[in-house]
């Protein structure tokens, strides 16, 4: 054996050194427990250590260029991010995992099993279908429903359009194309974006994605369907599906799913329920009725990294109808399926986009068996009502308006000030003074034109007193943030 071989085989005798991965496993552990405790008692903590775009990027071209070790590398990048499981992050909707769960992932990454086979995914496809048979069975669904596990609720509403579109277009688009069917879905104007973003990528253009009014709690009024459904039928578009939310991302809002269901088999159109964010809702008796009359959706997307404790991505997308779930993908691939007309469950390449898809249901898994089939209904009860009390707490302050009274366990609220000229310039300073002293981690939305700041309640550890400091940063902030506006019409 020559020097070079020699070379290679050291090289890959330390790469793949089991001793090695032990001792540096422990490491990582025991620093990964460390950042755990002190988000969850060191209030001084940064939620957020904000620096811009530039200071990041140079901070890692710099330490990529360094001799930092590896245990350098993932300190700073637990150092540097935001900390979800702060009990002070009350941003966007991620969770704060379950820490057994954490611990499927590198489990998952070092087997490196993708799923769209069998054999290269036994474990993971058997898992899956034992995760979706429970949610269908939560759902309401019977044992014609099926579905499976995705990447993110985008990936899984563009998944259902293209079955609404398969199921309810004039002729079938995956063979003969597009061409000039002009398609369209009606959707809330609150609908999140990645409804929009999967109707324009399958060519609906402008027209097609057809934007249903809200009432005042965020929610589709059902008296205008009719009318917009005979706009659109004038404009000479064909209406292939309705979306519903559960609930709306800005605001939390829950339509109402009977009416849908209603007025989609009236029609003859694919209802997609896009759950990802507050689907969860399903688990709890408290709640549960907000989404009522789920379970007559044709489709649903429920993410169990938003509320339901699991590492991302993870996402259900659910089928009423078990073909449902199979006609997206009808092609041929002889060197990995035996034939693409059969219903193999254990074969997830023939319902999704995802090839490589990694075994997401064993973190889903882990959670369950570790800590029960009641820990989504305890979570989910306990976000819900943080969120209701915070909402108490705003309405107690005369310097705050609430926007809606809260359905879930987003509160949008802004604070008031008769001398301030441009509220929403206030409240947006606010919030960004907010972020960059790393105190909370809030955000912000706009609704009617007015902007809220947006908090989104992910942590069950957060407590009343953390919201109580909240409400006091932002008067504080507000003080300091009108002189610099100079917005006062004094």
């Not at 199921?167 to 809330?188: C, D, I, R």
């Not at 989609?264 to 329920?273: E, G, M, P, S, T």
């Not at 915070?390 to 005369?398: G, Y």
Request: with cysteine; hydrophobic share 40%; glycine share 4%.
């Amino acid at each position: 054996m020559d020097t070079n071989s020699n070379l290679m085989t050291a090289l890959f005798s330390e790469i793949y050194n089991p001793s090695s991965f032990r001792a540096m496993g422990h490491s990582v552990v025991d620093m990964l427990a460390d950042y755990a405790e002190k988000v969850q008692t060191d209030m001084d903590y940064p939620v957020l250590p904000y620096h811009s775009p530039d200071d990041e990027l140079k901070f890692w071209q710099n330490d990529f260029n360094s001799d930092s070790s590896i245990l350098d590398v993932f300190q700073n990048v637990l150092d540097r991010s935001v900390h979800v499981s702060h009990p002070r992050y009350i941003g966007h909707q991620m969770a704060s995992p379950a820490f057994m769960a954490t611990l499927a992932s590198p489990v998952v990454d070092l087997l490196n099993n993708g799923s769209a086979v069998y054999e290269m995914g036994m474990v993971g496809n058997a898992m899956e279908k034992v995760i979706i048979d429970f949610m269908t069975s939560i759902i309401g669904y019977d044992s014609h429903s099926s579905g499976f596990l995705t990447s993110g609720g985008t990936l899984a509403n563009f998944t259902a359009l293209l079955a609404a579109r398969k199921a309810k277009a004039p002729k079938n688009v995956w063979k003969e194309g597009q061409h000039e069917l002009k398609l369209a879905v009606m959707v809330s104007e609150e609908s999140h974006y990645s409804i929009d973003r999967a109707a324009k990528i399958l060519g609906f253009g402008d027209d097609g994605v057809i934007k249903l009014p809200v009432d005042k709690q965020a929610r589709i009024k059902i008296d205008a369907l009719e009318t917009h459904l005979k706009l659109s039928k004038d404009k000479g578009l064909h209406i292939i599906a309705i979306i519903g939310s559960a609930a709306t991302t800005s605001t939390g809002s829950y339509d109402d799913f009977v009416a849908l269901s209603d007025f989609a088999k009236n029609n003859n159109l694919w209802f997609h329920i896009d759950g990802a964010h507050g689907g969860g809702v399903v688990f709890s008796k408290k709640h549960r009725h907000l989404a009522h009359g789920i379970h007559l959706a044709d489709s649903i997307t429920i993410d169990f990294h938003k509320m339901l404790m699991t590492p991302a991505p993870s996402t259900a997308l659910l089928f009423k109808e078990i073909d449902d779930s199979y006609d997206n993908f009808q092609q041929e691939a002889q060197y990995v399926f035996n034939s693409h007309q059969t219903h193999d469950w254990y074969h997830s390449g023939k319902r999704t986009f995802e090839c490589t898809k990694l075994m997401m249901s064993v973190k889903v898994y882990t959670v369950l068996k570790v800590h029960g089939k009641d820990v989504f209904e305890h979570n989910i009860n306990c976000l819900f009502d943080l969120a209701h009390s915070f909402a108490s707490l705003i309405k107690q302050r005369s310097s705050f308006e609430l926007a809606i009274e809260p359905q879930a366990n987003i509160v949008n609220f802004r604070i008031m000030d008769t001398d301030v000229l441009d509220l929403n310039a206030l409240n947006n300073t606010i919030r960004n003074a907010i972020v960059e002293s790393g105190k909370f981690y809030i955000v912000q939305t706009t609704i009617h034109d007015k902007r809220y700041l947006r908090c989104t309640v992910m942590n069950p550890l957060t407590k009343l007193t953390d919201f109580e400091l909240l409400l006091d940063v932002i008067e504080q902030f507000a003080l300091s943030c009108k002189e610099d506006l100079s917005v006062s019409n004094k």
